[in-house]
C-alpha cells in the first residue's frame, strides 16, 4: 500500500533548522570541545547534548503527524502535537481518497467539559460522527483536539464554571492557556501546509469548546471563514471582532448550564456591528442542544458554504 508522506515539506525544513542551529552552536562551542576531547571524555559528551538541547529550543517547532497511509483515511487517525515540551492530543481524518495535490478545507472542533482528558478519544462523542458520515459529500480535514482536565479552552473565571447559575467572566487580558495555545500553533502549522485551502478554516465547539470559538476567533483574527458556537459563551464587548466572521450560534432555551443569554447577547452585539450572526433557540433543549444542532439538514451546507 502506498505510503503518503503528508508533512515532507515540514519534515525538511524542520531538519534544516536543526542542522542549521546545531551548526552555529557546535561553532560557538568548539574552542572547549577540543580542550575536553583531550582530557575528560564524559565532559565532552555532556556538553554535545547540551548544545543539542539547546538546538531544539532555537528552532521552537511543533512535532506534527507523521505518514498516512491511504486506507486509513475516511477515518478520525490518533495524533499527538508537540511544543517546547507541551503535548496536545487529537483526532484528525483526512477525506477518503486523500490527494496532495487537492486543496482541502479544515474543520476545527473543540469539545465541552465533559469530554476532557487524556485517552485521546472521548472528544469524539459528539460530532465526530456526523463529519464522518458525511465525508463523501463535504470532503474536509477534520480536527478533535482534546483538552486536559486541568485546564479549559478559553480564559474564564474557573470557579464560575463549576456552580449552578453560571456567571462566566472571560479574561481578555490573560494569554491563552495551555491547551488553546497548543490549538492555535498547530492550525498555524497545518496552514502552511500545501494542500490546506486558507480560504476555508472553519471553528465549531459546544458548550466549553463554544466558548473556546469565541475565544479562538479573536486571538486569530482574519483566520477562520465561518464558526459555529453550540450553548456557548463569550465576551460581547468582542462584537466588533466578531462580526468579521458569519457566525451562527445554537441554544437550548431551557439551558440551566451555559444560560441561553449569552448567546443572545452575542448575537445582538454582532448584528449590531453590522455582523453575519444568526441564532437558532430550541424552546424545549436544555443543555444538550447540540443534539438538534447536529440533526439540522443545514448545518454542514452553511457551514463550508463561506470562504474568505
Not at 168 to 176: G, L, N, R, V, Y
Not at 199 to 205: E, I
Not at 221 to 235: F, K, L, V, W
Request: with cysteine; glycine share 6%.
Amino acid at each position: 500500500m502506498k505510503k503518503v508522506n503528508i508533512h515532507a515539506d515540514w519534515n525538511r525544513s524542520f531538519l534544516q533548522r536543526l542542522s542549521g542551529c546545531f551548526t552555529a552552536c557546535i561553532d560557538r562551542y568548539k574552542p572547549r570541545m577540543g580542550m575536553m576531547m583531550k582530557n575528560n571524555f564524559h565532559t565532552c559528551h555532556a556538553l554535545i547534548v547540551r548544545v543539542l538541547r539547546i538546538s531544539l529550543v532555537l528552532i521552537s517547532v511543533p512535532i506534527l503527524i507523521q505518514d498516512l497511509s491511504a486506507q486509513e483515511t475516511g477515518e478520525y487517525l490518533e495524533r499527538s502535537y508537540i511544543q517546547t515540551g507541551d503535548t496536545l492530543l487529537y483526532r484528525i481524518m483526512y477525506p477518503r481518497h486523500f490527494d496532495e495535490s487537492q486543496p482541502y478545507p479544515v474543520v476545527l472542533f473543540l469539545h465541552g467539559r465533559g469530554e476532557s482528558g487524556k485517552d485521546n478519544r472521548a472528544q469524539l462523542v459528539h460530532g465526530a460522527k456526523l463529519f464522518r458520515d458525511s465525508i463523501e459529500q463535504y470532503p474536509a480535514i477534520v480536527i478533535f483536539p482534546q483538552c486536559p482536565y486541568d485546564d479549559y479552552w478559553a480564559r474564564l473565571d474557573q470557579d464560575a464554571y463549576t456552580q449552578k447559575n453560571r456567571q462566566f467572566i472571560f479574561d481578555q487580558e490573560a494569554e491563552p492557556g495551555v491547551s488553546m495555545r497548543l490549538v492555535m500553533s498547530l492550525m498555524d502549522s497545518l496552514k502552511q501546509l500545501p494542500y490546506i485551502d486558507q480560504s476555508r478554516l472553519y471553528v465549531a465547539g459546544l458548550s466549553m469548546g463554544g466558548m473556546g470559538t469565541w475565544d479562538i476567533l479573536w486571538r486569530q483574527r482574519d483566520t477562520y471563514a465561518a464558526a459555529i458556537s453550540i450553548c456557548g459563551a463569550g465576551p460581547r464587548q468582542l462584537s466588533e471582532i466578531y462580526a468579521e466572521t458569519p457566525v451562527w450560534l445554537f441554544h437550548g432555551a431551557k439551558d440551566d448550564v451555559v444560560s441561553p443569554k449569552y448567546s443572545i447577547g452575542l448575537t445582538r452585539g454582532i448584528q449590531q456591528k453590522g455582523g453575519k450572526a444568526k441564532l437558532t433557540l430550541y424552546p424545549d433543549a436544555n443543555h444538550n442542544s447540540w443534539d438538534p444542532a447536529f440533526s439540522d439538514p443545514r448545518f454542514l451546507s452553511w457551514l463550508f458554504s463561506h470562504s474568505k
